[in-house]
């Protein structure tokens, strides 16, 4: 799971949102630094710009004074103890200086910086500051680098350190401007040596562009960075395992012994628990933890405790076997569309037998006077007998006598406050119970009182499985949740209705970040306009499923685009071009047109192939507002689109071991957009090209052991319709009413395809990424109407209520989503393909596929 969403689920208890909203009205965090509530000097303006407070001198006139574009920045970090002093000294140093900067005013938002799961790529970094050039770098880090002395702070990855101090520089930009990438994507820039935008890179380590040449003055920084290495270790490290902001965990060999071992790293001030508690101190806390249950057989040994710079590392004995949810994949009889009765059953004996023996592991941690603290199926390792179980990553446990509240933990396994010592374990346990069936215990952090419903869907899908087994787990779960009236998705249209009202309610047209609550990336792309998590894929649902005109969110994206933010992308689902697409259908032409001709006037050939951002999805809306409007520039602009498709699906693939397949990201988007070409013109180059472009996502494919065919990522296989093989299967049944499938591989794909489509279980219930595509997919295709009725069924186990509306969580499930891709407009519009027999609602340019062929041109769905 992406840990990256827990941020975003702090600020508020329904909906995903930006973390500077934590501390806002009505909350308990702390206030703001007492330096970010000084008066703005004369002569300086300040802003908040999302998690910053930005400090900018002006002249007589009130405007920014001039200042570089890019060059070398300088970064402070801090802990929670000297921030306050930090911010106020860097204040004190730059206003009579007349040097821009900027820092986090408030603690809270800096916690969340130093977080475990916090972007390694933003760090501790505390204050920024602007010298203009290398002597006034040289002379700010020299000055304030001498009243910064002793300081403490994390180590900002991206930096290069001065001194020992808490100072690193890095070189960027310094206004912001974009530019679109090599993948196709719209980023942060700035100018090479010849004057071009390009990429500002931004990985966790440091980095010198190559047309810039490092200050004589920090080379010895540099030297001093190079000299520690994990060569001095007496470890071999071969795989790193994973990696948070508070460290790598990787796989090793003692080079005395040959003996395999894990090394789990400790960095400093960085990667804080809820209690404060650094990577380091939670490392100190395992290490006591494991000593006081060595010997049990149930936990790694512990073998050295070694400091390495100012890192800290625990060594363990390597624990062969695997995490129990990797079993998941290849055990889980619910994964076919007909799960056979026998593997049911062995199923069922083997998560019982699993979860007996995790229970008893549990109870020789306590006896031993330790609380986990942090169960859940990433930590409990199965070992290759099938039988043996051990409990790995305990830096959050704590003694017994503590009684303590839970610090860390898994969203899917997370106690209510109530629960304390070796209640939070028994919390985890009795998740544990429910999720071993169906692994969707996240919806708990919405809703506790969901337990219930699950407990009856798996007593219906596990027959053999004790019902006082599931009955204990939800009174366990449930114990101090309030009742919550059940939902139905299958109540049409009242399920409809109450999804509009859902909708509604939870819009804010009084922000201007978002207007609907969704999915975390609307905060990165230009606030909440876009079609697959913003205002406009909403406002598209609401408009297909027959909802009354949302007049005020309509108004909302009008003046949200007048003009959009910069930055915005330019895109089919991520940006601009669905904007456009949508307001025009709902009768806002100009303003469409508007946007479209700020799209031309960017590099917009440079964009990617894909439907998602790139040419694909821009090349489909240029030919739809040509229909509407009858403007030749864009019809001109839009084969110009398909000739660089075109040309592109010729040329060799690059050396990529994981190209993207599937409707969004692969060579099915440009399939489509030639499709829809072909049917205007009828040129049979064009139904050739969307034919090799489907057979080279195709390629991509493997059929699973049920039969169905599913994307094959290299780590994981895919059925979804945004990136797996059910998109493929859309555009295939459309390629099939034009095309001869004379080898018959089309016609086989799209029957496996319905197989992966059908399956019992899927892990989300989003559009793009779960169970709502796979309503869509079969209600347009037309499908077994029991197998439709059976997914709109399975769609039901994710409902959740919002102030007594039917909704239903986003991606991760920590918190609901109203957005098309991952949440409750995209289920609305898959529900009314089902249910509403009136109703043609689809994804925008893939309506219900042709009944027959048809040769010659054809006007565009809009």
């Known amino acids: 799971m992406d840990r990256r969403y827990e941020v975003y689920a702090l600020a508020d208890g329904h909906f995903y949102d930006t973390p500077d909203r934590f501390g806002t009205a009505g909350s ?51 802990t929670r103890a000297n921030a306050e002093r930090i911010a106020a000294i860097v204040w004190d140093y730059c206003v009579p200086r007349r040097i821009p900067f900027k820092f986090v005013p408030g603690p809270h938002l800096l916690h969340l910086r130093n977080a475990k799961y916090a972007g390694r790529d933003t760090s501790g970094k505390f204050v920024t500051v602007y010298p203009d050039g290398e002597e006034r770098l040289q002379q700010v880090l020299r000055e304030l680098g001498a009243l910064l002395e002793g300081f403490e702070g994390p180590y900002i990855l991206t930096d290069l350190r001065w001194n020992d101090g808490p100072l690193y520089v890095r070189y960027g930009a310094f206004a912001r401007s974009y530019v679109v990438d090599e993948r196709g994507s719209l980023v942060t820039a700035v100018r090479d040596g010849d004057g071009n935008l390009v990429p500002d890179r931004r990985a966790p380590s440091f980095q010198v562009p190559e047309w810039v040449t490092l200050p004589e003055f920090l080379r010895p920084q540099l030297a001093a960075r190079d000299a520690t290495t994990v060569g001095d270790l007496p470890y071999r490290i071969e795989k790193a395992l994973h990696f948070s902001n508070g460290g790598g965990v990787y796989a090793g060999t003692d080079t005395r012994d040959g003996r395999r071992v894990v090394l789990k790293e400790g960095r400093p001030h960085a990667g804080l628990a809820a209690d404060g508690a650094d990577a380091v101190a939670r490392l100190a806390r395992e290490k006591e933890a494991l000593e006081a249950v060595a010997g049990t057989g149930v936990v790694p040994e512990v073998r050295d405790w070694i400091t390495l710079g100012e890192h800290r590392f625990l060594v363990m004995d390597h624990l062969a076997g695997r995490p129990l949810n990797a079993y998941f994949a290849e055990r889980h009889p619910l994964l076919v569309p007909d799960p056979d009765p026998g593997a049911v059953r062995d199923y069922t004996e083997w998560a019982l037998r699993i979860h007996r023996k995790v229970e008893e592991a549990v109870a020789v941690v306590h006896a031993r006077g330790i609380v986990f603290n942090d169960l859940h199926v990433f930590n409990i390792m199965v070992g290759p007998d099938d039988e043996s179980v051990f409990l790995i990553d305990f830096e959050a446990a704590a003694p017994v006598a503590e009684n303590g509240r839970q610090i860390v933990a898994h969203p899917g396994f997370f106690a209510p406050p109530d629960r304390r010592g070796v209640e939070v374990d028994r919390y985890a346990l009795a998740c544990l119970r429910l999720a071993l069936f169906l692994p969707v215990t996240t919806l708990f952090v919405v809703d506790r009182s969901k337990a219930a419903h699950l407990a009856d869907v798996i007593a219906g899908q596990f027959p053999d499985v004790p019902r006082a087994f599931l009955d204990e787990a939800v009174e366990e779960i449930t114990r101090g949740a309030p009742a919550a009236r059940p939902v139905v998705p299958a109540d049409w249209p009242h399920s409809r209705d109450s999804m509009v009202k859902a909708i509604l309610a939870a819009a804010t047209p009084e922000r201007d970040d978002r207007l609907f609550p969704g999915d975390t990336a609307q905060f990165g792309d230009g606030g ?52 456009a697409h949508v307001l025009a259908a709902l009768g806002h032409r100009q303003r469409a047109l508007d946007l479209t001709a700020g799209i031309l006037r960017e590099n917009w050939r440079n964009l990617s192939s894909d439907l998602h951002g790139g040419l694909a999805g821009l090349g489909l809306v240029l030919d739809s507002l040509a229909d509407s409007t009858g403007e030749p520039e864009l019809r001109e602009r839009a084969a110009e689109a398909a000739e660089i498709l075109v040309r592109r699906l010729v040329e060799p693939l690059p050396d990529a071991p994981r190209r993207r397949a599937g409707l969004l990201r692969g060579a099915t988007g440009p399939a489509l957009f030639l499709l829809r070409r072909y049917e205007r013109t009828g040129e049979p180059a064009l139904l050739a090209a969307a034919e090799a472009a489907l057979r080279r996502d195709l390629d991509r494919c493997v059929v699973q052991k ?120 995209g289920c609305l519009l898959a529900l009314t393909a089902a249910l509403d027999g009136d109703r043609a609602a689809h994804l925008p340019f893939l309506p219900p596929p042709p009944a027959a062929p048809e040769r010659g041109p054809a006007p565009a769905e809009s």
């Open 28 to 78: 308990t965090a702390e206030p703001l630094f007492a330096t970010a509530r000084r008066a703005v000097p004369e002569g300086w303006r300040a802003a908040r710009s999302g998690d910053w407070l930005t400090m900018t001198p002006v002249g007589a006139d009130g405007a920014p004074l001039p200042s570089p574009a890019q060059g070398w920045k300088i970064h402070s970090s801090a």
């Open 528 to 579: 909440g306009l876009g079609l697959a998590h913003g205002a406009a894929g909403v406002l598209y649902a609401l408009d297909r499923a027959g909802a009354e005109r949302y007049e005020e969110g309509e108004r909302w994206l009008l003046d949200h685009t007048a003009p959009p933010p910069p930055g915005t992308p330019l895109g089919l689902y991520d940006g601009l071009a669905g904007v």
């Open 706 to 825: 049920g039969g169905g065919l599913d994307v094959d990522e290299g780590w994981r296989t895919l059925p979804y319709l945004g990136d797996g093989s059910v998109g493929i299967g859309m555009v295939l049944d459309d390629w099939l009413a034009h095309g001869t499938d004379e080898d018959g591989a089309f016609t086989a794909a799209r029957a496996a395809i319905l197989i992966a489509a059908t399956s019992r279980f899927y892990a989300q219930p989003g559009l793009f990424q779960g169970r709502a595509g796979m309503v869509l997919h079969l209600a347009r295709t037309g499908a077994d109407p029991a197998r439709l009725a059976a997914q709109v069924d399975g769609l039901g186990w994710f409902a959740m209520a919002y102030q007594g509306q039917l909704a239903f969580p986003g991606h991760q499930m920590m918190r609901l989503s109203m957005d098309l891709a991952t949440g409750t407009a």
